[in-house]
Structure formats: structure tokens, C-alpha cells
């Protein structure tokens, strides 16, 4: 059975709205005339999109020394330990993720030498989202890889609005350079250069839906880590699991955006049915309701899968960015699961602990991306870039296949290049065409 065939079975509790594909074409416009503006006018088109989104144009849109030392100075002493220790977690990681990453010399035959290097990616651009809350882990997250691969300059930019321990934690991670520059017009901005700001080679970091777009539209000028949705956040349960947990992982993720994306899977109905008036009671209680509820009023779904087959393979078809499991015998349900940003297995592993700092990255696909990529880690800030050496053992070996080969294909022009090497001695031959 196909794994549409069984989403087509499951009975939803709750379904989410659709999405407003005039609403997406008006994005795209905006921002192409964002981008194409900051291309023509470099700084003062900056300036002039910071008066217009963000009603504050900096005096200047580096930040100085000064600034970052007033920044530091300001912080709460224990948030400053809190953000250290996120940092020390998630560059933990980071580094035991790079030390998998070999380079590779290997003699597939005789004469014959292949290889690969581990190469970073010299200069990225570190999007900090600004937003509605200012979250601290968020430039840990795009900065912290970036200083474990050994980037030479490491570029940050976050709206001019954000709060100082954005800019205190900016530097703390490792960005070498920090500018006030939020929006499409900073992806632009770190895509194409201005008079301040450097032009990056690749730019990272989760953003708003126009920040998503810019990036989209300057990939192939610039690197990118990912085009990111809003958040997303699915559980796995079974008749085991608890829907006051549930609910308040669902309402956690719920809380960053209207636009985000929560949602439960359960083969139980009772727990289904407990979920969905779990989240309207704690609804009720949470200081941040109006975004959390109207996220789940817009994007809430509650299914019931007949069984835990079904459920894997709704699980795979969402392919959602966070993946919660709550069974029975959860590492044997995640084992079974192809398609996720990121999994926490157990009641005991929340989102939220990846969130903030437990040291695995939370910029994660979404939009089924999860399909076909993992989410940001060290291995996005460097190339793996292969090489090759043939000694004299090794030439007949390769190059009569690729003389062959070539002449089947009617390029003549690689047959020759080939076969100089093969025969040296008959280069000026060769090469007028007389041996063709």
C-alpha cells in the first residue's frame, strides 16, 4: 500500500487551513525589488529599508567594539552563563560531527590516486532572526559550526531593533563581524556586498517568510543552508502517552509564530480526543496564547492512524521538521522512521531542550524538505572537494578506456588529451590531427 493511500485513510480530529498562494506571489515581488534596490544603491537603500520596516536607521550598521563591550557589560550575569553553557553544548557536537568528516587519499588501482579534502567555506553570512522574542540560541545555532569549521570570517547580521544580548551572544559565538541589518534587504546585502558589508560566499540562519524568499532568489550568487518555513513541530503517540504533554510541547512550538505548524499523530482516539481539550485548557494559562492559539487555530491537526504502520507512514509523508515520539517502545517506533528535521525520542527528549541548548542544531527543514536534507550542522560550512593524481604505473589503465570511450562519443578533442598521455612520444602527431 502506497504511502498516500494511507494518508488518505487516517481520520483527522483537527485539520489546518490552506495557504494563500496570491499572499506567496506579492512576497516574491516585494522582495526582488528589495534585492534588485540594495544591488543598485548598497548602503543607503539599507538605511532607507531600516526607516521604512524597522522605524531606526543606525548611525552606523557595523557594530563597534564599544557596542559589543556595552552589549557584554549589560547582560543578566546568569543568562550570560545560560548562553555560554548553550554555546559549550552545541560546539560539543559540532566538533564530534566534524571529526567524522576524514579527508580521503585512496589508490584505486595501480598508479591510479584519488582523494578528497575538507575545505571551510571562507567567508558565511549568519542570519540572527529578530522577531517576536529575541531567542539566544538562534545565533549559536548558525555561528557556533560555523567557528568549529574553521570559516575565516564569519559574518552576522540581525534587524536593528534586536535586543543587546542578541548582539552580546552574536559575539560570543564567534561572528567576527556584526551588523544592524535585518530582512530580504540583509540577505541581499551579505549576497551581493555594499560599502560596509562584506559579500559572503554562503549565507545561513532561519528568518521570517522574506528572508526565506531573499533567500531563495540570490541562491546560485551565494550558497544557502536551506529555505525554512515557519516552525513545525509533529508527535508520534500511542495509548501510552500523556496529552498534558503533548499539549505543552504542541503550545511551546506554537508560541513562535501564528504561521507555525503543530500537529499529533496517535493510533489512540481517547488520546486524541484528551489532546485537543488539553490544549484549549492550557491555553487558557499561557502568557502567550494569542500567538500560540491562533497558530493552532490556523495550523493545528490532531490525526488517528489505525495502526503503527500507518502512523510511520504518515510520519514519513509529513516528513515535519521536529519529530517528537511518545510510545510505547519509542527507539523502536523512531527506528522505523526515515523523514524528520530532527527526532526526540521519548517523553523525556522536548523540542524545547534542542531549542535552547542541549547541542544539536534547531535550524531544521521544513516544508517536507526533511524528505531529501537533513538540518544545519558543521558539514554545511565546508566543501568536500576531490582530487586526483595518475603516476606512469597508472596511465594505461585509465587512459585506453577514456580513449575508447571518447572516440564512441565523437569527441575528439578529449580522445587527443587522453591519448598524449598514453603516447607521449607522438604528442606533435596527435595533436595536428594526423593520427586521428
Given at each position: 500500500?502506497?504511502?498516500?493511500?494511507?494518508?488518505?485513510?487516517?481520520?483527522?480530529?483537527?485539520?489546518?487551513?490552506?495557504?494563500?498562494?496570491?499572499?506567496?506571489?506579492?512576497?516574491?515581488?516585494?522582495?526582488?525589488?528589495?534585492?534588485?534596490?540594495?544591488?543598485?544603491?548598497?548602503?543607503?537603500?539599507?538605511?532607507?529599508?531600516?526607516?521604512?520596516?524597522?522605524?531606526?536607521?543606525?548611525?552606523?550598521?557595523?557594530?563597534?567594539?564599544?557596542?559589543?563591550?556595552?552589549?557584554?557589560?549589560?547582560?543578566?550575569?546568569?543568562?550570560?552563563?545560560?548562553?555560554?553553557?548553550?554555546?559549550?553544548?552545541?560546539?560539543?557536537?559540532?566538533?564530534?560531527?566534524?571529526?567524522?568528516?576524514?579527508?580521503?587519499?585512496?589508490?584505486?588501482?595501480?598508479?591510479?590516486?584519488?582523494?578528497?579534502?575538507?575545505?571551510?567555506?571562507?567567508?558565511?553570512?549568519?542570519?540572527?532572526?529578530?522577531?517576536?522574542?529575541?531567542?539566544?540560541?538562534?545565533?549559536?545555532?548558525?555561528?557556533?559550526?560555523?567557528?568549529?569549521?574553521?570559516?575565516?570570517?564569519?559574518?552576522?547580521?540581525?534587524?536593528?531593533?534586536?535586543?543587546?544580548?542578541?548582539?552580546?551572544?552574536?559575539?560570543?559565538?564567534?561572528?567576527?563581524?556584526?551588523?544592524?541589518?535585518?530582512?530580504?534587504?540583509?540577505?541581499?546585502?551579505?549576497?551581493?556586498?555594499?560599502?560596509?558589508?562584506?559579500?559572503?560566499?554562503?549565507?545561513?540562519?532561519?528568518?521570517?517568510?522574506?528572508?526565506?524568499?531573499?533567500?531563495?532568489?540570490?541562491?546560485?550568487?551565494?550558497?544557502?543552508?536551506?529555505?525554512?518555513?515557519?516552525?513545525?513541530?509533529?508527535?508520534?503517540?500511542?495509548?501510552?502517552?500523556?496529552?498534558?504533554?503533548?499539549?505543552?510541547?504542541?503550545?511551546?512550538?506554537?508560541?513562535?509564530?501564528?504561521?507555525?505548524?503543530?500537529?499529533?499523530?496517535?493510533?489512540?482516539?481517547?488520546?486524541?480526543?484528551?489532546?485537543?481539550?488539553?490544549?484549549?485548557?492550557?491555553?487558557?494559562?499561557?502568557?502567550?496564547?494569542?500567538?500560540?492559539?491562533?497558530?493552532?487555530?490556523?495550523?493545528?491537526?490532531?490525526?488517528?492512524?489505525?495502526?503503527?504502520?500507518?502512523?510511520?507512514?504518515?510520519?514519513?509523508?509529513?516528513?515535519?521538521?521536529?519529530?517528537?515520539?511518545?510510545?510505547?517502545?519509542?527507539?523502536?517506533?523512531?527506528?522505523?522512521?526515515?523523514?524528520?528535521?530532527?527526532?526526540?525520542?521519548?517523553?523525556?527528549?522536548?523540542?524545547?531542550?534542542?531549542?535552547?541548548?542541549?547541542?544539536?542544531?534547531?535550524?531544521?527543514?521544513?516544508?517536507?524538505?526533511?524528505?531529501?536534507?537533513?538540518?544545519?550542522?558543521?558539514?554545511?560550512?565546508?566543501?568536500?572537494?576531490?582530487?586526483?593524481?595518475?603516476?606512469?604505473?597508472?596511465?594505461?589503465?585509465i587512459a585506453e578506456p577514456a580513449?575508447?570511450?571518447?572516440?564512441?562519443?565523437?569527441?575528439?578533442?578529449?580522445?587527443?588529451?587522453?591519448?598524449?598521455?598514453?603516447?607521449?612520444?607522438?604528442?606533435?602527431?596527435?595533436?595536428?590531427g594526423l593520427q586521428d
Amino acid at each position: 500500500m502506497s504511502v498516500q493511500s494511507i494518508v488518505n485513510q487516517v481520520r483527522w480530529v483537527k485539520r489546518p487551513q490552506g495557504q494563500d498562494e496570491q499572499a506567496d506571489r506579492s512576497l516574491s515581488e516585494t522582495v526582488s525589488a528589495i534585492i534588485s534596490r540594495v544591488k543598485e544603491e548598497g548602503d543607503s537603500a539599507l538605511k532607507a529599508f531600516s526607516q521604512q520596516f524597522d522605524k531606526v536607521v543606525p548611525p552606523q550598521l557595523e557594530v563597534t567594539a564599544a557596542e559589543i563591550d556595552a552589549a557584554l557589560a549589560g547582560m543578566d550575569p546568569q543568562t550570560r552563563r545560560d548562553s555560554e553553557f548553550a554555546i559549550a553544548q552545541v560546539r560539543r557536537f559540532a566538533e564530534a560531527q566534524f571529526a567524522t568528516m576524514l579527508p580521503l587519499e585512496i589508490e584505486t588501482l595501480p598508479g591510479v590516486h584519488l582523494g578528497h579534502r575538507i575545505i571551510p567555506v571562507q567567508t558565511v553570512g549568519c542570519y540572527v532572526p529578530g522577531g517576536r522574542y529575541p531567542i539566544l540560541s538562534a545565533p549559536v545555532m548558525s555561528i557556533v559550526p560555523a567557528t568549529v569549521a574553521g570559516c575565516e570570517q564569519i559574518v552576522a547580521c540581525l534587524p536593528p531593533g534586536a535586543h543587546p544580548a542578541m548582539i552580546a551572544v552574536c559575539h560570543l559565538a564567534g561572528a567576527h563581524r556584526i551588523f544592524r541589518v535585518g530582512g530580504a534587504q540583509a540577505i541581499a546585502a551579505m549576497a551581493w556586498g555594499t560599502e560596509s558589508i562584506p559579500a559572503v560566499d554562503k549565507i545561513v540562519g532561519p528568518g521570517n517568510a522574506y528572508v526565506n524568499e531573499a533567500k531563495r532568489q540570490v541562491f546560485g550568487k551565494v550558497g544557502i543552508d536551506a529555505l525554512a518555513g515557519p516552525s513545525e513541530i509533529f508527535t508520534l503517540a500511542d495509548e501510552t502517552a500523556d496529552p498534558r504533554i503533548l499539549a505543552a510541547d504542541l503550545l511551546a512550538q506554537a508560541e513562535h509564530d501564528v504561521h507555525t505548524r503543530v500537529g499529533l499523530a496517535t493510533t489512540s482516539p481517547e488520546i486524541a480526543e484528551r489532546t485537543l481539550a488539553e490544549m484549549t485548557r492550557q491555553l487558557g494559562s499561557l502568557p502567550t496564547a494569542a500567538t500560540a492559539g491562533e497558530a493552532w487555530r490556523r495550523q493545528g491537526e490532531i490525526v488517528v492512524c489505525r495502526t503503527e504502520d500507518e502512523l510511520i507512514a504518515f510520519a514519513d509523508h509529513m516528513a515535519t521538521e521536529h519529530l517528537q515520539v511518545h510510545t510505547r517502545d519509542p527507539h523502536a517506533t523512531a527506528g522505523k522512521i526515515r523523514n524528520y528535521g530532527s527526532l526526540f525520542i521519548g517523553q523525556n527528549a522536548s523540542v524545547v531542550f534542542s531549542d535552547k541548548c542541549c547541542g544539536t542544531n534547531h535550524t531544521l527543514p521544513t516544508m517536507a524538505a526533511a524528505r531529501y536534507t537533513g538540518g544545519l550542522w558543521v558539514g554545511a560550512y565546508v566543501k568536500v572537494c576531490t582530487h586526483q593524481w595518475i603516476d606512469e604505473q597508472g596511465i594505461p589503465a585509465i587512459a585506453e578506456p577514456a580513449v575508447r570511450q571518447s572516440r564512441t562519443e565523437g569527441m575528439q578533442g578529449h580522445r587527443r588529451a587522453a591519448e598524449i598521455r598514453l603516447r607521449p612520444q607522438d604528442i606533435d602527431a596527435i595533436t595536428a590531427g594526423l593520427q586521428d
